[in-house]
């Protein structure tokens, strides 16, 4: 695995539906027009509410008038009580800017300011528009420079004028019918009986004839305290609607902020969580270092093939705990800032050497990376990553490769050897044999021609073991108790066992699984091993055979003897064909157990140390330790168990 420079981006935008841009402004739209027709809403409430408090003052104000008019008429009070006075009166009140009464053509009948009484305020047209009845009515009307707010209707004080005609003998009332209401006296300001006269007695017509229409009064007030009042109300509205959209736009924001935040949070958890678990399954070994050079993380597969765990290791210098390989490596990414992946022995702390693809990088920030500091640092180094990648296996199968080559190369071989060799050796044995027996019986002759026949005997086996281990493996394979097996070939090396002064020895784990295999050839491939311990101890030991099975489930058959060892560099290539560390010997033997226990999907290999406890296997290769011979079998499945 190549790893180049790693950037990390503050600013990256995080996937997932989260809130454009466009759907803040439509909401704020939305919310705009409802806070708006809200306002509007208000802002006609407020209208129509002073209209009608004016409409209400105004019928008010035409009631008292009305009450003081007929009050007058029926008590025949004073002059104080005359309808001018009244009318004057009324128009003293603040905001109130003219009371009239006039008759139906528009002529002032009664007014607040006198010397308007007898004009002609309104045409019939304007008469027809303002249709006076008996209901209140308002208009706004302009007086001089001023807004009026005018409330008007027919003026009846007496509430029915017939009822006035049955107190005062029917019909014979007329303007002498209220002297103290009309009054002798001019009103201030007027003299004699002029218009004003003239005008109270034509209003005290329409009182007392039944015939002629009711006058109308009219009150007008002033509008500007109202307009005033109403539009510090508009404006306090306005800044009451600014404020609570502002509110309702911060408020939407904040939930869209709240909700992206919720997201983001849970995106990070799925993030790391994913993240976790990526490095938790990653098949390579993976090693941090923060930026300050200490030991940050290691996942599980870092931790097997370094032999350390992170707890042990967390917050300290590599160079003192970690391999000579791994500082080199980061090392090298202080210098390159990156590292292509490089095949190195890593030698643990126990002493073996594991090969390993070490490749790195420097993990940068987008804050001016590359650029140095003033205490020396790099700014924007996060820290930095190197990756481990066990390369055992891949070492195994380039040996096997290999190996698969020779063996194709003897295949090649092993069909013109079996025809070219075997018929000359046939004859040379023929000629052995029949001048053997011309010679005398002790002679030196017929000794050699013994010693030619036993020669032509190995190298024909030599031919069959080559023909054996090029050819495919045609197996007959029954479910077999390998425990029984096994006991069967320990008593067939009991006499050669005995006359060598080996000790054999047969541990067998409780409940082992039955193994598809061919008893003979797998019978073969254990006694080759059992005869190459033997072998390996002229003086006598002890060869002992325990069978179990590991963590996977699988058969194991541990072969232990306490020879004089393999050295490292013979323990890579004793399944060589024709490799032998022996004097004589073909160099097929181990071959063919390997070829055996292959074809029965299982594997064999050799470590130093007799039958020791894995971890406690001795690595460094000296001799005089044994070796001890470990085969894997998959067990059968249950149907196929006898």
Same mark, same amino acid.
């Given at each position: 695995?190549?790893l180049n420079a790693m950037k990390l981006h503050r600013e990256q935008r995080l996937p997932g539906p ?161 002297p103290d209401l009309l009054g002798d006296a001019p009103l201030p300001g007027q003299g004699g009986m ?150 190195? *022995?890593? =030698?643990? +702390?126990? @002493?073996?050497? &594991? ?6 990088? $420097? /993990?940068? !920030? #987008? ?76 002679? *030196?002759? =017929?000794? +050699?021609? @013994?010693?030619? &026949? ?6 024909? $086996? /030599?031919? !069959? #073991? ?177």
């Amino acid at each position: 695995m190549e790893l180049n420079a790693m950037k990390l981006h503050r600013e990256q935008r995080l996937p997932g539906p989260f809130a454009s841009p466009w759907l803040v402004i439509g909401g704020a739209v939305i919310l705009g027009v409802i806070i708006l027709a809200m306002t509007l809403r208000n802002l006609d409430r407020d209208g129509k509410q002073m209209a009608r408090i004016l409409e209400e003052k105004g019928a008010a104000l035409i009631k008292a008038l009305e009450a003081g008019a007929r009050t007058g008429m029926r008590h025949r009070l004073g002059t104080e009580m005359r309808m001018q006075v009244l009318v004057e009166e009324m128009a003293a009140q603040p905001d109130i800017l003219f009371i009239m009464v006039t008759d139906h053509a528009g002529r002032v009948l009664a007014h607040s300011e006198p010397d308007k009484q007898g004009a002609v305020v309104f045409s019939p047209e304007d008469m027809s528009q303002l249709q006076p009845d008996e209901a209140v009515s308002w208009r706004i009307m302009a007086k001089e420079n001023t807004r009026a707010f005018v409330v008007y209707r027919r003026f009846t004080p007496l509430q029915g004028r017939e009822s006035l005609r049955g107190r005062n003998g029917g019909n014979r009332h007329g303007d002498d019918a209220f002297p103290d209401l009309l009054g002798d006296a001019p009103l201030p300001g007027q003299g004699g009986m002029g218009p004003m006269r003239n005008a109270q007695r034509g209003l005290m017509s329409f009182f007392t004839s039944p015939d002629s229409p009711p006058p109308v009064i009219y009150v007008g007030m002033d509008v500007t305290p109202f307009e005033q009042a109403r539009a510090d109300d508009r404006r306090h509205t306005i800044v009451m609607a600014a404020i609570l959209l502002l509110l309702g736009f911060a408020g939407f924001t904040s939930l869209i902020w709240a909700q992206n935040v919720r997201r983001s949070r849970r995106m990070l958890k799925d993030s790391q969580a994913f993240s976790a678990e990526i490095i938790a399954s990653l098949p390579d070994g993976l090693v941090l270092v923060d930026a300050t050079g200490r030991i940050a993380f290691l996942n599980d597969k870092a931790e097997g093939l370094l032999g350390v765990t992170l707890d042990s290791v967390r917050g300290k210098r590599p160079q003192d705990v970690l391999p000579a390989a791994v500082t080199g490596a980061l090392a090298a990414l202080n210098t390159h800032g990156r590292l292509h992946e490089t095949e190195a *022995e890593c =030698r643990l +702390a126990g @002493g073996s050497d &594991v090969p390993v693809g070490i490749s790195g990088a $420097r /993990v940068l !920030t #987008d804050d001016a990376p590359g650029e140095t500091a003033r205490n020396g640092s790099m700014v924007g180094h996060v820290g930095d990553i190197i990756i481990l990648r066990d390369l055992s296996e891949v070492r195994r199968l380039q040996q096997e490769v290999r190996r698969k080559e020779k063996l194709a190369a003897i295949g090649s071989l092993a069909a013109g050897v079996a025809h070219e060799i075997r018929n000359p050796l046939s004859s040379i044995k023929g000629y052995a044999t029949y001048f053997g027996t011309r010679f005398p019986e002790d002679s *030196e002759d =017929r000794a +050699a021609a @013994g010693i030619l &026949v036993q020669e032509v005997d190995r190298l024909n $086996r /030599v031919i !069959t #073991d080559l023909i054996g281990l090029a050819r495919p493996s045609d197996l007959n394979r029954v479910p077999t108790d390998v425990a029984g097996l096994a006991n069967h070939c320990l008593r067939l090396l009991g006499p050669d066992a005995a006359a060598q002064g080996v000790s054999l020895s047969l541990e067998n784990a409780p409940h082992l699984p039955f193994v598809n295999l061919d008893p003979d050839r797998f019978a073969q491939a254990l006694l080759n091993v059992c005869l190459n311990g033997m072998e390996a101890m002229p003086d006598g030991g002890s060869l002992s055979l325990r069978i179990d099975t590991d963590e996977a489930g699988m058969l194991r058959v541990r072969v232990s003897d306490t020879g004089h060892g393999i050295s490292p560099e013979a323990r890579d290539r004793i399944f060589d064909p024709y490799f032998t560390t022996k004097s004589q010997g073909t160099g097929l033997g181990l071959a063919i157990v390997h070829k055996i226990v292959e074809a029965h999907g299982g594997t064999v290999h050799a470590a130093p140390g007799p039958q020791q406890p894995q971890g406690e296997v001795p690595a460094d290769g000296t001799e005089g330790r044994g070796t001890t011979f470990t085969i894997l079998l998959p067990p059968a499945q249950p149907e196929t168990t006898p």
